[in-house]
């Protein structure tokens, strides 16, 4: 991390004045996001894809009521996150919006559509890759060097708490894309699971490179078990065996090689976040959580409302409390409201380690 910064950089009377004000907002914890349309707050409305949540009905329950880029209903995991640690949600690190002090809050890079793999979601055209994402991340760092100094700037970025979502799209959109798409010719499934956590291992260690020092590391959902996965596989409604073998196999080398990392650096910098269990508790009993289904997705057309795009001509359920679904592939806000209060209080079925609480705790002694 050292070597991303000059030293001697002279510090200004006007820095000084300017940090009078700035230095109380650098106080609170940064928030940095990566990954896919999971975690995505907006970064794709700047982009020519196809990727985007930039009409009604999503954000209907937002507070402005109005479409933001979030594939969600209202708000989504990062969002909650921000809102558990008392902290402004972070901003898309392409919304023109991102300047000045808001930059110390933080800055979400996350793209619809991408993976692990470069290749994954090339149906999408213009999204952010993970590598892209990354280069923001260090140019970021830039941008917030210039406005209180590289030692501070060092300082907010190993302070921080980093979220990254990868994996899901790797089988969805890319693996198991099409029939016999090209990495489902190249590799059979046990041996496509390892290759792609040795590419996230290098994407992990290249955030570790880049000052990242407590991440948040989600496993895959149940990705057979969305509504639009049930529509196209799903008989009698049960998740599709598939796409649950490919998570199932997924899940547990990526907590593997999470703790082989943290074995490596002498510190629990990886946390890892089980979102297989934290979405099959309301999946499977979706009542228990005040659920009417978890098979019927609240905004969508055709089986299970699980075929197409959400958009205005969709069938929109009246009450998007009573959906653990938003749209085809995305939980809704009260869904990712469950998922986060089980990342910050959860048990190690859940987060291994340790928990975000704990986190929050442990860093505040710090």
Known sequence: MDSLFSTGSLVTLSLILALTTVAPQAEARAFFV?????????????L??????????????????QPTGRFSNGLNIPDIISEQMGAEPTLPYLSPMLTGERLLVGANFASAGIGILNDTGIQFLNIIRIGRQLEYFQQYQNRVSGLIGPEQTQRLVNQALVLITLGGNDFVNNYYLVPLSARSRQFALPDYVPFLISEYRKILVRLYELGARRVLVTGTGPLGCVPAELAQRSRNGECAVELQQAA???????????????????????????AMEMNMDFISDPQAYGFVTSKVACCGQGPYNGLGLCTRLSNLCPNRDI???????????????????????????????????????LDSKT
Not at 248 to 274: C, H, K, R, T
């Open 34 to 46: 990566f990954g896919d349309s999971l975690v995505d707050n907006g970064n794709n409305d700047y």
């Open 48 to 65: 020519a894809t196809t990727a985007r949540a930039d009409s009604p009905p999503y954000g209907i329950d937002y507070p402005t009521h």
């Open 248 to 274: 199932a196999l997924f899940n547990p080398q990526l907590v593997e090689m999470l703790g082989g990392l943290n074995s490596e650096i002498g510190g629990n910098v990886f946390i890892a976040a089980n």
């Open 323 to 361: 959906y653990a679904f938003w749209d085809p592939f995305h939980p809704s806000e009260r869904a990712n409201r469950i998922i986060v209060q089980q990342m910050m209080t959860g048990s190690s079925k859940y987060m291994n380690p340790m928990n975000l609480s704990t986190i929050l705790a």
